[in-house]
Each structure stands twice: as structure tokens, then as C-alpha cells.
């Protein structure tokens, strides 16, 4: 049998635990509160999912474009295209 002791003891850590998760939930999604949530309701969660899908499509553009700029200077300084003959 588990020492009634050490029982209390895990309970409050694992107490502990629950509210530091729900505290950093709470923080970490305070500033993306623009309007209610409701999760019964999928009118509201649809919405913020595609704006967050929406901004990490950006996001990822633009990381690549900042990756492959300086390929794409070196490949046009270095590769002349010839005039069109007529």
C-alpha cells in the first residue's frame, strides 16, 4: 500500500501541474481573444482557424522569399540570357 503521506504528495503536484497548464493556456491565448469562443458552435472556430492558416501561408512565403532571394540574385548575374535573334 502507497504511504497516505506520499499519496498527498502527488496529489498536490499533480495539482500543481493542472494549473500551471491552465495558466499558460490562459496566457498564451489572451492576446488572441478578437471575439468569443465557442466551441458547440463551428462558425466561430472556423473563421479563426483560417485566419491562422491564412497567416502562417504568408508567414512561410515570405521565409522562402527571404531564403531564395539571394539565389535567385546569383543565378541571374551569372547565367546572361542571350538576346532573342531575329
Not at 504528495?9 to 481573444?33: E, I
Amino acid at each position: 500500500m502507497v504511504d497516505p503521506r506520499v499519496r498527498s504528495l502527488l496529489l498536490v503536484g499533480l495539482l500543481c501541474c493542472a494549473l500551471l497548464v491552465d495558466l499558460a493556456l490562459f496566457v498564451s491565448t489572451s492576446d488572441d481573444a478578437r471575439e468569443p469562443f465557442d466551441p458547440f458552435r463551428p462558425a466561430t472556430l472556423l473563421p479563426i482557424v483560417a485566419g491562422r492558416l491564412h497567416t502562417l501561408e504568408s508567414q512561410v512565403r515570405a521565409l522562402f522569399d527571404m531564403l531564395a532571394a539571394p539565389y535567385c540574385e546569383r543565378a541571374q548575374h551569372e547565367i546572361p540570357t542571350p538576346p532573342p535573334s531575329r
